[in-house]
């Protein structure tokens, strides 16, 4: 009898686990996989985007060019989960699955940060980035703020990679000198788990002379004044770039899957406290930041448990690791190997940064897209 597996969300771990099943149950298992695009986005890609090296069509991956045996992509948007029957409602239908995988991903609370919808930038959509791309363009010079405004956000160099990649592209532009940039960010450092990569990215910072605030967190922004609302003062700028508040997905909230705040799991198996609903990447809470690379090591944990569970044995992946590239700006490239769970406590030396891991990190994304596409 064949096991009905449906993963909610084409995203980074979808992806990963959709060929992992596809790979080691062939013929055991029916998987169909649903997302709301037409096509998959690395999150890398937006910094290619906001920096003009590629264009928004360049990064798209479309879904219907997916040749992963066993799989069918379907362009759905969910509506509903009730993970206690696994009954699921989309726009175009309702499924019953043996199983579930929930992987769609953090959305993001722009609303919750007053002023940054009318007066502020993000990067962290493609849309967001062809408009700060546009902005920048027209950049005169000026004060440049960039904020993280909550944690939990998706990848945690990401800040630092646009402030040292805007710092080459106005130095390029001759108007670096009319430019302050700032970093504000309520963490105590840029990779906490990383005292090396945080060492690093803060001397990158120091050389470059950007200005950077930890521990602060800026509630709002006025943008008839422009001046950024901290708890106790307020601070002028003339470009506001804002990493925005994250949320889980509404229908996930709805399902009474994130009591607290994000989705619950079991990391040594990501099941959720629902038989049959397993829940991996940005929508859960394990501990560790919300990164690609953790999604993916989440996908090989939940595709363990579910071969273990068709064919009654086989081990578990441990979870919890990934491997980081840290863009610096002047062709630079750091990167990152991380186990969360690794003995005697999380480790994530920094390599680099170098030239070398240019090509390499271009050889991260291309095998992906070979293994989740066929293409
Ligand atoms: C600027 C930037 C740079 C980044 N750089 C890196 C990096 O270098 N390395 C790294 O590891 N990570 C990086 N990330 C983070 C990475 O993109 C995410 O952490 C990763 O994509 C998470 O994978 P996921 O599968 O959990 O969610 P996602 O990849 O976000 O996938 C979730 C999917 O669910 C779909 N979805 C959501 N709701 C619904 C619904 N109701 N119905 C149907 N579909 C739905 C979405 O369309 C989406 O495709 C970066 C992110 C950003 C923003």
């Known amino acids: 009898m064949t096991t ?26 029916d998987i169909t996989l649903v997302d709301q695009r037409d096509a998959f986005v690395f999150g890398f890609s937006k910094l290619e985007v906001l920096f003009g090296r590629r264009t928004a069509e360049q990064v798209k991956v479309p879904y219907r060019t997916m040749r992963t045996p066993g799989v069918e992509f379907r362009q759905e948007r969910v509506l509903a989960l009730d993970p206690a029957t696994r009954h699921v409602v989309t726009d175009a239908g309702a499924y019953d699955p043996d199983v579930v995988v929930v ?37 005169r010079g000026g004060r440049v703020m960039l904020a993280v405004l909550s944690i939990p956000f998706k990848c945690p160099p ?9 710092h ?41 002379g950007i200005e950077y605030t930890t521990r602060r967190r800026v509630y709002g922004i006025d ?3 422009r001046v950024a609302r901290f708890k106790d003062h307020d601070e002028p700028f003339d470009l506001f770039i804002g990493i925005p508040v994250h949320k889980v997905p509404g229908v996930l909230s709805d399902a009474g899957l994130a009591d607290d705040g994000w989705v619950a799991v079991d990391p040594s198996t ?18 560790i930041p919300k990164a690609g690379t953790f999604a993916e090591s989440a996908a090989h944990v939940a595709a363990d448990d579910i071969v273990r569970t068709v064919r009654g044995s086989g081990g578990l992946a441990p979870g919890g690791t990934g491997l980081c590239y840290l ?41 992906r897209r070979a293994r989740w596409f066929g293409a």
């Open 270 to 287: 990501m099941r959720t406290g629902f038989p049959g609903v397993y829940a991996i990447g940005d929508c859960t809470e394990t501990g």
């Open 168 to 208: 080459d592209r106005l130095v390029g532009r001759g108007i670096r000198d009319v430019t302050d940039l700032h970093v504000v960010t309520p963490q105590p450092a840029p990779i906490p788990v990383s005292p090396q990569a945080s060492a690093a990215l803060e001397r990158a910072m120091g050389e470059r």
């Open 327 to 367: 863009e610096f700006g002047s062709g630079q490239i750091g990167r990152v190997d991380v186990d969360f769970y690794a003995e005697g406590g999380p480790t994530a030396p920094l390599l680099g940064p170098s030239s070398d891991y240019v090509a390499e990190k271009a050889e991260f994304g291309a095998s």
């Open 4 to 29: 009905n597996v449906m993963i909610l969300g084409a995203g980074f771990g979808g992806l990963e686990l959709a060929s992992l099943l596809s790979e080691r149950l062939a013929g055991d298992v």
């Open 103 to 139: 992987a769609l991903g953090a959305d993001y609370d722009v609303a919750a940060t007053p002023g940054f919808i009318d007066g502020g930038f993000e990067y962290y959509t493609v849309a967001g980035a062809e408009r700060l791309r546009d902005e920048l363009e027209a950049f």
């Open 223 to 225: 943008p008839g004044t």
């Open 158 to 166: 990401a800040p630092y990679e646009a402030i040292l990649l805007l």
